[in-house]
């Protein structure tokens, strides 16, 4: 993964260095975050609540800035090109999408508009956003049966489901999907998930996935960095991520031996392994 | 029964002419939430600049609107650069706030280029009664009022093939739902301002040549955007067809008030009738008539 032969640097779609984030100006979010996405590879982002698996995500897509947060270290390449200062127009231009957490649709438009919403940036003529449209009914076909209702009175499912058929059409190399399995039934996550997979498979789409759920995350993913208060503390193949001790204790629930405060017993393991 | 109907359509085509300067409101607050409060100066400042070119540099009409127009695009481009850019992500007040600068440094800018006098704007508008109506059936109708029936007609239409139609137009109301959203999709909202301050200030310029055919290009002009507000309230803040609408209810409402209450409760009715009317409609509708719902999902 680390490898730096041009080999390898070919195969990386995204590559992330060492980033820094400040939000207003004075607060640290990300404290030095590293990661690569292979080409069509799916790659867990993992963390509890305020880890900045979202600050990351948005330092890619250059969402940061209207949120007046700021890269103010390291550097984020793209196809091995530089994108750190480029607007987020530029970067779905180039093939690079966010999908954000909490689906975002637009509500007053129909879910058909929503959807066009996303070729915004293409240049490649109305027959060719037809077709990608028609593609994205074929993934979603739920979509196409609500194609003219308001996308504010869809459900929960349906609006994730937008969003990230949106995102499909601005004909993407790469999604960064933030939290799809947020406020869904389960049931509706793996079918999400599925679909995720789906469009990784034969759409060739790379995908830098956050999420929570570590569970679901890990198996439907290739390779999963964990990130903890700024920072990533353990990175690996998801089948490895899976079975390792830590993963499992603190992220998927398995209880470890008579631990009293989580906090210590995760401080003291956790000290132990890496010094070790 | 005549002097009824007569009435009634001086209040339409008095409605039509606040709906001309609603309409430039509610695009800007379609797309990027803000109320403008500069509206009503930016149609006195188009007066003035059109005025001003034709006076100044004699160009004929056509060739003073087309300079005009460009001068609105200009300013367009010169708020966005100036103020909305600093202001990304401020709370709605604050780019109300902002709003409110600007109408002070327009109406400033319009002093300074073109003085501070009444100016007449002829720019060939017809004049007068329409004859026909006048000598067959004794109606007094205004030949501007209907030119600016018939102008504010087809704005609409072009505005609202515009917003539905258009990819730009989609953009424009994916803008008005969800800034962040429409970041994310690679909508860039510069350039969206852009667009969206020069077409109201287009609308401005139309407003702005209405009003000053018929009562001179004069400072009172930045007000009727006061006018223009209980016009919104009724027809609700994001909907093109609710300015037109609000507008006529509100004008035809004027003079039939006038007519039927003034007597018993003295006159002047006209001057408050409208905000009295808005009143009504924020207690019963808040979003208007033809605004859009709160969408709440439960």
Redesign the interface.
């Known amino acids: 993964m680390n490898q730096t032969t041009d080999q390898a640097a070919a195969d990386t779609i995204l590559s992330v260095n060492n980033i820094e984030v400040i939000y207003n100006h004075v607060i640290l979010v990300l404290k030095g975050v590293s990661l690569d996405v292979p080409r069509g590879g799916i790659v867990a982002l993992l963390g509890a609540n305020g880890a900045g698996k979202t600050t990351t995500l948005k330092a890619i897509s250059n969402l940061l800035r209207a949120e007046r947060g700021e890269v103010t270290k390291g550097a984020i390449l793209f196809e091995g090109n530089e994108v750190t200062d480029l607007t987020p127009n530029d970067l779905v231009t180039r093939g690079c999408i966010q999908v954000m957490e909490g689906r975002h649709c637009f509500e007053h438009l129909t879910v058909e508009e929503n959807l066009m919403t996303g070729a915004y940036t293409r240049r490649d003529g109305a027959a060719a956003v037809k077709a990608d449209l028609e593609l994205v009914y074929s993934y979603f076909p739920r979509l196409r049966e609500r194609r003219k209702s308001l996308a504010g009175y869809t459900s929960g499912g349906e609006q994730q489901m937008v969003a990230i058929g949106r995102a499909l059409m601005s004909k993407p190399k790469m999604i960064l999907l933030d939290e799809p399995s947020m406020g869904l039934a389960p049931q509706l996550v793996e079918e999400i998930f599925e679909i995720v997979r789906k469009l990784n498979e034969q759409e060739g789409v790379s995908i830098l996935l956050a999420e929570q759920n570590t569970n679901i995350a890990l198996k439907y993913s290739n390779y999963g960095y964990i990130l903890e208060s700024g920072r990533v503390v353990l990175d690996g193949d998801a089948a490895e991520l899976r079975e390792n001790e830590d993963v499992k204790e603190f992220y998927l629930g398995v209880a470890g031996a008579d631990r009293k405060s989580f906090r210590d017993v995760k401080h003291y393991k956790r000290r132990k392994r890496w010094l070790a | 029964m005549m002097f009824l109907l007569e009435a009634t359509i001086s209040g339409l085509m008095a409605g039509v002419m606040y709906s001309l300067v609603a309409l430039g409101f509610v695009l800007i607050f379609k797309a990027s939430g803000v109320f403008n409060f500069a509206q009503g100066v930016m149609a006195l400042f188009a007066g003035l600049t059109l005025v001003g070119l034709m006076e100044k540099f004699s160009l004929p009409p056509w060739a003073a609107i087309i300079a005009t127009i460009a001068v609105m695009i200009l300013l367009a481009w010169l708020i966005e650069f100036l103020v909305l850019r600093r202001l990304?992500?401020q709370a709605p007040i604050i780019l109300f706030m902002a709003t409110l600068g600007l109408a002070y440094v327009l109406e400033g800018l319009g002093d300074i280029l073109w003085g501070s006098d009444v100016k007449l704007l002829d720019i060939g508008l017809p004049q007068g009664a329409v004859d026909w109506l006048l000598d067959d059936y004794n109606l007094y109708v205004e030949r501007l009022e209907v030119a600016a029936a018939v102008t504010a007609v087809i704005m609409v239409v072009v505005l609202a093939v515009f917003f539905q139609k258009t990819?730009i137009g989609?953009?424009l109301?994916?803008v008005?739902?969800?800034?962040?959203?429409?970041?994310?999709?690679?909508?860039?909202l510069r350039t969206i301002w852009v667009i969206v301050w020069s077409v109201s200030g287009v609308v401005a310029l139309v407003a702005g040549i209405m009003w000053g055919s018929k009562s001179g290009v004069q400072f009172s002009l930045s007000l009727i955007a006061l006018k223009a507000l209980p016009v919104l309230m009724l027809g609700g803040f994001t909907s093109i067809p609710g300015a037109i609408i609000g507008g006529l209810i509100i004008g035809v409402g004027e003079k039939w008030a006038e007519i039927y209450m003034g007597p018993i409760i003295g006159g002047a009715i006209e001057n408050w009738f409208a905000y009295m009317l808005a009143l009504a409609f924020l207690l019963v509708r808040p979003q208007g008539l033809f605004g859009?719902k709160i969408?709440e999902?439960i």
Request: net charge positive; no cysteine.
């Open positions: 990304v992500n990819r989609r953009a109301r994916a008005a739902d969800d800034h962040q959203a429409a970041l994310s999709v690679g909508i860039s859009e969408i999902r």
